[in-house]
C-alpha cells in the first residue's frame, strides 16, 4: 500500500511538473507528446505549447489592461483599474529615475513591459495547483503547466531578450569599434591583456542573461514544487500550509518581476556609459 502510494506521489509530481509539448517525434511524427520520454525524445526544436499560450495571453492581458486604464483615465476620481496603472507607472517611472543614467526614452516602457509581463506571469502561481490540470485533462489534454516562469526556456528567452538589446545598445552609443575597445581594454588598459580583458569581459557578458533567466526560473519553479508537495498532503495539512505559503510567495512573484526589470535596467544603463 505505501509502496503504491509512493508511485503515485511521484506520478502526480511528474504530471504537474511536465509541459504540454508539441513537435516532432523520430518514429511517431508530429504529435502533442503523452509521455514525459516522448517529449525528451522530440528534442530541442519541440515546443513547450502551455508556455507559449499563457505568456501570450498574460501579454495580451497586460495590454487590455493598460488600454482600458488609458480609455477610462479622467481628470476626476479616478477608479480602481487607473489608480493601480498609475501606482506601476509611477513606480517604474521612479525606478528607472534612480537606475538608469543614460538618455534613452525607450528604458522606461522596456522596463514597464518586463516587470507587468513577469508579475502577471508570476502570479498565476497564486492559483490553486490542480484547477487548470483537472480542468484541461477533462478536455482531452494530457498536460497543462499554467506558470511560464517555472519554465525555464521562458526565462531564457526573456534574458536574450535582454542580451540583445544590451549588445544593441552598445554597439549604437559606442559604437561597434568603442564596444570592441571596451572589451579589449577592461578592466587592464594595456595590449598585452587583451586576450585576458576579453576572457573577463565576454564571460561576464554572457554570464548576464544567464544569471537574469535562472534566478527568476529557480525561485518560480522551487516556489511550484513546493505548492505541489504540499497538495500530497492530508486535507487539514493543505489549509495550515498553503494558506501562509501562498502568502509568503505574493512577495517572491512581485520581488522576482522587480529584481529582473530592476538588473535589465541597470545592465542597458552599463551599456549606454562610456569607459
Known amino acids: 500500500?505505501?509502496?503504491?502510494?509512493?508511485?503515485?506521489?511521484?506520478?502526480?509530481?511528474?504530471?504537474?511538473?511536465?509541459?504540454?509539448?508539441?513537435?516532432?517525434?523520430?518514429?511517431?511524427?508530429?504529435?502533442?507528446?503523452?509521455?514525459?520520454?516522448?517529449?525528451?525524445?522530440?528534442?530541442?526544436?519541440?515546443?513547450?505549447?502551455?508556455?507559449?499560450?499563457?505568456?501570450?495571453?498574460?501579454?495580451?492581458?497586460?495590454?487590455?489592461?493598460?488600454?482600458?486604464?488609458?480609455?477610462m483615465a479622467t481628470t476626476g476620481v479616478p477608479g480602481g483599474l487607473q489608480n493601480a496603472v498609475e501606482m506601476v507607472i509611477e513606480f517604474i517611472e521612479n525606478l528607472t529615475r534612480s537606475t538608469f543614467h543614460g538618455k534613452n526614452p525607450h528604458i522606461a516602457p522596456i522596463a514597464l513591459t518586463l516587470f507587468m509581463w513577469i508579475l502577471l506571469m508570476n502570479t498565476l502561481k497564486i492559483l490553486p495547483?490542480?484547477?487548470?490540470?483537472?480542468?484541461?485533462?477533462?478536455?482531452?489534454?494530457?498536460?497543462?503547466?499554467?506558470?511560464?516562469?517555472t519554465d525555464v526556456n521562458a526565462t531564457l528567452g526573456m534574458a536574450l531578450g535582454v542580451f540583445c538589446l544590451i549588445v544593441y545598445y552598445s554597439c549604437k552609443v559606442k559604437g561597434v569599434g568603442g564596444f570592441a575597445k571596451e572589451l579589449s581594454l577592461t578592466p587592464f588598459n594595456h595590449w598585452l591583456l587583451i586576450p585576458f580583458n576579453l576572457v573577463l569581459e565576454?564571460?561576464?557578458?554572457?554570464?548576464?542573461?544567464?544569471?537574469?533567466?535562472?534566478?527568476?526560473?529557480?525561485?518560480?519553479?522551487?516556489?511550484?514544487?513546493?505548492?505541489?508537495?504540499?497538495?500530497?498532503?492530508?486535507?487539514?495539512a493543505i489549509w495550515v500550509l498553503d494558506v501562509p505559503w501562498a502568502i509568503f510567495h505574493i512577495l517572491v512573484v512581485s520581488l522576482q518581476a522587480f529584481i529582473f526589470t530592476t538588473l535589465s535596467i541597470v545592465y542597458l544603463s552599463a551599456a549606454h556609459e562610456h569607459h
Open 202 to 236: 565576454i564571460v561576464g557578458l554572457i554570464v548576464k542573461p544567464i544569471s537574469l533567466a535562472l534566478r527568476l526560473f529557480g525561485n518560480m519553479f522551487a516556489g511550484e514544487v513546493i505548492f505541489i508537495l504540499i497538495a500530497l498532503l492530508p486535507f487539514w
Open 129 to 149: 495547483v490542480d484547477y487548470f490540470p483537472e480542468l484541461f485533462g477533462r478536455l482531452g489534454v494530457e498536460y497543462m503547466k499554467i506558470v511560464p516562469t
Open 1 to 71: 500500500m505505501a509502496a503504491g502510494n509512493e508511485i503515485t506521489a511521484i506520478y502526480y509530481i511528474q504530471h504537474h511538473l511536465q509541459n504540454l509539448t508539441f513537435g516532432r517525434h523520430p518514429e511517431l511524427g508530429w504529435k502533442f507528446a503523452s509521455t514525459s520520454t516522448e517529449a525528451q525524445e522530440m528534442g530541442f526544436m519541440a515546443i513547450h505549447v502551455d508556455t507559449m499560450g499563457w505568456s501570450i495571453a498574460m501579454g495580451v492581458l497586460f495590454l487590455w489592461l493598460f488600454r482600458k486604464a488609458g480609455q
